[in-house]
């Protein structure tokens, strides 16, 4: 019988930088999102989290409390999800998962003022849209046109 591997979310570290600067990702899912060395520099209100499992990274994404979330929402507590990426070498081992299940605890943790998640993703996603009614997003109904496509506005109470 195998350990199940403990899966945390964390604020980005720089000694995770040269593991993150090594994500690649398959043409059909880069596409649909940046790759952490893309997003080395952020500005105020951008938080760079990272999903690791044994102190390695395996995923990314960036949470946003800046102007930019009012392109999703009316709420002024929510905050925005972007960036969203496994590296491919840890794909499919659940990792995406286990990460976004920690979210809601993590954020009401460590932002206490937030009280909604939005997130974008693209209508041809299908992937992801999967991954984000898993763990316990819903579709609001709301639709944007992004550089590839309609996306679909979700959200996450929190």
């Known amino acids: 019988m195998h350990k199940t591997k403990q899966v945390e979310l ?5 000694e995770y930088s040269k593991a993150l600067r ?3 990702l398959p043409p059909e899912q880069g596409q649909f999102t940046a790759l952490p060395k893309e997003i080395e520099n952020v500005i105020d209100g951008q938080h760079r989290m990272i999903i690791v499992t044994n102190d390695e990274p395996v995923g990314f994404f960036l949470l ?7 392109e999703y929402t009316d709420n002024p507590n929510a905050m925005l999800l972007t960036a969203f990426s496994i590296n491919q070498i840890h794909q499919g081992k659940g990792y995406a998962k286990k990460g976004m299940r920690k979210l809601k605890n993590f954020v009401h943790t460590k ?3 937030c009280n909604e998640i939005v997130l974008a993703v693209n209508y041809k996603n299908s992937a992801a849209q999967q991954l984000y009614k898993k763990v316990g997003f819903v579709d609001t109904g709301k639709r944007k046109i992004g550089k590839i496509g309609e996306q679909i506005i979700m959200n996450l109470k929190i």
């Open 10 to 14: 964390t604020f980005y570290k720089d």
């Open 111 to 113: 932002f206490e003022n």
């Open 64 to 70: 946003h409390n800046t102007k930019r979330v009012q």
């Open 22 to 24: 090594r994500f690649v």
